[in-house]
C-alpha cells in the first residue's frame, strides 16, 4: 500500500485509491486499504494457494485494448492458476503501473472491468500498490485461493496409463491474437474472427471445475504456454511421456473453419483451458464433475511410461515440432 | 508461474528460472516453482499478512543501480510494511518485467541480492512470473507473513494522550536520494553523501521489532510517504490529531550536519522506519523492546484530540507546510 511520492497524475494516489480501488475492497481483511497489509484468514485444515501474474501494454496486450477487458484478463490468468490446482478464489493484490499519459479515465474503465469479474467470481480486492512508469502500462496481479489441505492437484502426478483431458477448445487464445491483430481479416468471416478475438481478450476460467478435479484429477494445469509445451512440463515433473491424438483436440467452430492451424492449435498459447491427467477408471467421475459445472471435457490422449511428448496426426501418423512449425516423420 | 510465451531472450523463461530462482525456493510450499501456484501454511491461531510493492526502473531506483541492492531494497520495502502490522515475514511472490537489452548479468546480480536478503531475513521465494516489456525494468514483490490472530496493529488506534514514536533516524531516505544523485556533492563531505546514498539504496525494515511492539503500539506505520504525511494518515483513521516537535525528530550525524534540511527530513519519504503510538504507561514496555531488538527508538510528539498534524520548531514555535516547504506562522 505504500510507495514513494512519485505517482500518476490527476487525482493523486490516495485520490485514485478512494475513487476507484476502495469500492472494490469491501471486505475485513482489505482493512480499508487503509493500513501497510492485509489480512487474509485460512481456516484449520485449508491452506492458501498464491499465484502472481504480471501483464504488460505491448506484450500482453494492445494499447488500444479496452480496459476493463484488461482488467478482466488479469483477473482471469490468476483465476486459471488457482483453478489448475483445484483451489477456490477468495481475494487478489494489484499493482498498476501507469505512464502519465493515461487518465483516470482509462482507470476508471480498469476499475469497472475489476468490479465485474469480482462480481462473476466471487473475490475482493485486498490490496495493493499504484505507482508511476515512464514506460508502458505494467499490471500485476497476486490473487489468493483455499484448498483443503491435501485436495490441491499438481503438476507430477501423471501416470502411466492416466488418460489426457482437456477442458473447452484449444487455440483460440492464439488464433484470437492473430484475429485481433487483424491478421484473420478475409481468411475468416467477420463473426468467426470476433469471436476468437473475444477468446484472446477474455479467457473462461475454469474455476467451477478445478476444485471438482480435487481427488479425479492425477496432475493438472492451465494451457498458457501452449498445448504441447504444457503437457510437457506435466509429464517431465511426473516422470512419464505424453501421447496427444491431434484429431482429438477439441476445436471451436471458428477454428475449425481455419485452414493451415495445427501448429497454432498444438504450440499456441493463451487459451487457460484446464489440462489434466486422470485414470480410466475415474472417467466417468470426471465427465460427472464436467457436467456439474457445466464444462466440456475431451479426452485428447495417454500417459505412458519414458519421457516427452509425441503427437499423432488424425491419420494416425507422428508429427514432430521442428523449428518452423510441425512435420510427418 | 505461467505467462504468454513473448519473453527476455537469452537463457529463455525456463531457464532463467531454473539457474536464478529455482535456488531460491528451496521450501516445500514453493513446490520447485513447477505448479501454477504455490502453497502458504497458516497454523491455526494466526493470520497472513500480506503486502505488495512495484519498483520501476527511473522512478524508485536508478538505471545504473546496483541490480543486486536494487533487489535488497524491493525485499526491505514490503518487509517493512509487514513490520508495520506486528507481522512475522515468511516468503513473498515476484514479479519480473525486464527489457530484452538486460541480460542475465543483471538477473545474477539481482538474485544474488535476493540470495542475501532471504538469509538475513529468513525468508524464501514461493513463486513469480517473468515477462518481457519494451519499457523500463518493473519489478513487483509480494510478501507473506504471520501474525497471531488479533496481534497485528493497525493504522486505526492511536488515542489521545498517546506518545507518537519513530525507530531509527528520519529523513535519510529523501537526503539519500539526492546524494545518489550527485545532489549533495560539495555540500556534504563524501563520507555523509555515501551514507546517506546508502540509506537510500538499502533501508533497514524493522523486522526484529514490529513485532515486539504487538500489544504495545496501539497504532503503527512504516514512515514511506513521509513524516508529517504518514503520521497525518495515523490520525485521519484514528480520528484524531498530531503534534510533532520537529527539534526531537532523532537525525543521522549526515543529516545533521546538512543545512536547511527541516522541510525534507519533515516530508521526504522512503525512510522505512516504523512510526507509531502507544500510551505513556508503555513507553518503558517500548524501550525495553527496542533494547531487545537492538533498533533505537525515538518519543517524537504526541497525539490530541482533533485533526491535522502540526509541527512544531525547535523553538516552540508552530510550522506550516506550504506549497514550496515549511513556514513560521
Known amino acids: 500500500m505504500t510507495g514513494p511520492a512519485d505517482k500518476p497524475a490527476d487525482l493523486g494516489e490516495f485520490g485514485r485509491i478512494a475513487k476507484f480501488f476502495a469500492p472494490l475492497a469491501a471486505t475485513p481483511g482489505a482493512l480499508g486499504l487503509t493500513d501497510d497489509a492485509a489480512l487474509v484468514d485460512c481456516p484449520a485444515g485449508e491452506r492458501l494457494v498464491v499465484t502472481v501474474d504480471a501483464m504488460v501494454e505491448g506484450v500482453h496486450f494492445l494499447p488500444d485494448d479496452p480496459p476493463d477487458l484488461v482488467a478482466r484478463k488479469l483477473v482471469r490468468v490468476n483465476l486459471s492458476d488457482l483453478a489448475a490446482m483445484a483451489a477456490r478464489p477468495v481475494g487478489y493484490l494489484l499493482t498498476t503501473a501507469l505512464p502519465k499519459s493515461r487518465g483516470d479515465d482509462w482507470l476508471a474503465g480498469f476499475a469497472a472491468g475489476l468490479a465485474q469479474d469480482q462480481a462473476e467470481f466471487g473475490i475482493t480486492l485486498l490490496g495493493g500498490d499504484?505507482?508511476?512508469?515512464?514506460?508502458?502500462?505494467?499490471?500485476?496481479?497476486?490473487?489468493?485461493?483455499?484448498v483443503a489441505d491435501g485436495a490441491e492437484v499438481r503438476r507430477g502426478g501423471a501416470r502411466p496409463g492416466d488418460l489426457v483431458f482437456v477442458t473447452g477448445t484449444i487455440g483460440d487464445g492464439a488464433l484470437g491474437l492473430e484475429a485481433a491483430q487483424g491478421k484473420l481479416d478475409g481468411v475468416l468471416d467477420p463473426v468467426d474472427v470476433a469471436y476468437l478475438a473475444d477468446r484472446y481478450r477474455l479467457p473462461q476460467p475454469r474455476v467451477g471445475l478445478g476444485p471438482r478435479l480435487s481427488g479425479l484429477a492425477s496432475a493438472m494445469m492451465d494451457v498458457?504456454?501452449?498445448?504441447?509445451?504444457?503437457?510437457?512440463?506435466?509429464?517431465?515433473?511426473?516422470?512419464?511421456?505424453g501421447l496427444i491424438e491431434a484429431?482429438?483436440?477439441?476445436?471451436?467452430?471458428?477454428?475449425?473453419?481455419?485452414?493451415?492451424?495445427?501448429?497454432?492449435?498444438?504450440?499456441?498459447?493463451?487459451?487457460?483451458?484446464?489440462?489434466?491427467?486422470?485414470?480410466?477408471?475415474?472417467?466417468?467421475?470426471?465427465?460427472?464433475a464436467a457436467v456439474a459445472a457445466g464444462v466440456p471435457v475431451t479426452v485428447i490422449g495417454r500417459i505412458e511410461a519414458g519421457q516427452g511428448v509425441r503427437v499423432l496426426d488424425p491419420a494416425g501418423g507422428a508429427l514432430a515440432l521442428t523449428g518452423v512449425g510441425w512435420r510427418h516423420f
Chains 1, 2 share one sequence.
Open 224 to 241: 498458457s504456454d501452449g498445448l504441447v509445451g504444457d503437457l510437457g512440463h506435466i509429464c517431465e515433473v511426473s516422470g512419464v511421456a
Open 130 to 146: 499504484s505507482v508511476s512508469t515512464q514506460g508502458p502500462i505494467s499490471l500485476t496481479l497476486t490473487a489468493f485461493g483455499r
Open 247 to 288: 484429431g482429438q483436440v477439441p476445436l471451436s467452430a471458428a477454428a475449425a473453419r481455419l485452414p493451415d492451424r495445427l501448429a497454432t492449435v498444438l504450440t499456441g498459447g493463451d487459451d487457460y483451458e484446464l489440462l489434466f491427467t486422470a485414470p480410466p477408471e475415474r472417467q466417468a467421475a470426471v465427465q460427472a
